[in-house]
């Protein structure tokens, strides 16, 4: 529950000469007149030529699409063509400016805890990398592009000092943050954020639904609705280790896996008539002006928003390849 106060701030031709002009004729001065003379697809008009340009096409297939039984309509083969074109046309340029910023970003907020245990320095760079990102949006009107908004939305780094109890622990010390999450809904004007925990046998998550209202080509506000609090999903194994470290000695718990097996399968009966039950929902009075959320960067896996007071989140899409490290 005190968890939940948290979850808001977030073609050149070659001229051919015909062989029947073996040598110059000799014409007597200022009688030489030059006039049009096409040969083959070029034009030669007062010492200049003008080419007709060769059109081509490019088609690209698969091996088992070459069988002479297996034909294509004309939009296909365009499709197909486009396709191989732009996919040639990259790899030849390599990465461009924002990827060779968006990396750099990501790896740097490794061993950070989602920004609890940055250092001075490290946060400094990433104000420095985030700066430069801003600067090449891609997207000057976020809010105008709710295609990209939509989806959910992971939390890689944030500056927000109001996240760091719920990110150390302090709030609930027997649980750990596994995961914080924001999922966009467009169609419906919703905003679900979402904060997963696990402890010693389940998993379990806080979420919070609120409604937006676009504002700016930037910001959006944001109004608290409803708190969900999730069933617990059982966690289907826990590996007993066989000594453990207390004091500076170590302590054997082989004499004591029976009972442990014992007290585990008790706590698992008890998770598992909890997981039964529906998720626990309960109204949020919310003040009348609500919160604010500026998007400064955005494109189709990156999201850099602004929260009020200045603090920033990286949020990076579900499925997206910057997520593995």
Do not use: H
């Not at 003008?50 to 081509?56: A, G, H, K, L």
């Not at 409604?211 to 080509?217: A, G």
């Not at 959320?293 to 920033?312: F, H």
């Amino acid at each position: 529950m005190a968890s939940v106060s948290f979850l808001n701030q977030f073609p050149c031709k070659t001229l051919s000469v015909p062989q029947s002009i073996s040598k110059p004729a000799n014409f007597a001065p200022n009688s030489v007149k030059i006039g049009p003379k096409r040969i083959g697809k070029s034009c030669i008009r007062a010492w200049e030529f003008v080419q007709e340009r060769p059109s081509f096409r490019v088609r690209a297939a698969k091996d088992d699409e070459l069988s002479p039984e297996k034909e294509e309509g004309p939009s296909a083969a365009g499709s197909s063509v486009g396709a191989a074109v732009v996919e040639e046309v990259e790899k030849l340029a390599g990465p461009s400016d924002v990827d060779k910023l968006k990396k750099p970003l990501v790896d740097s907020f490794c061993g950070t805890d989602r920004g609890l245990k940055a250092t001075r320095e490290t946060r400094a760079e990433i104000v420095e990398r985030i700066t430069q990102l801003e600067a090449k949006n891609p997207t000057p009107a976020p809010t105008e592009a709710l295609a990209l908004l939509n989806g959910k939305w992971i939390l890689k780094y944030t500056s927000s000092e109001g996240l760091f109890p719920l990110l150390s622990g302090s709030i609930l010390p027997l649980l750990t943050v596994e995961e914080i999450s924001q999922t966009i809904y467009s169609e419906n004007s919703t905003v679900q954020n979402c904060v997963t925990f696990s402890g010693p046998l389940a998993t379990a998550s806080v979420k919070t639904n609120s409604k937006f209202d676009v504002r700016s080509p930037k910001s959006m506000q944001i109004k608290l609705e409803e708190g969900i609090i999730g069933t617990p999903q059982l966690i289907d194994s826990i590996e007993i280790p066989e000594d453990v470290e207390f004091l500076g000695q170590k302590i054997d718990l082989t004499p004591f896996k029976g009972l442990i097996n014992s007290i585990q399968e008790t706590a698992s009966s008890v998770a598992k008539t909890i997981s039964s039950q529906p998720p626990v929902k309960f109204p949020i009075p919310n003040s009348k002006d609500g919160s604010w959320l500026l998007t400064t960067y955005l494109d189709e896996e990156l999201r850099i928003s602004r929260g009020e007071g200045g603090s920033v989140f990286v949020l990076i899409k579900e499925g997206s390849p910057l997520l593995t490290p």
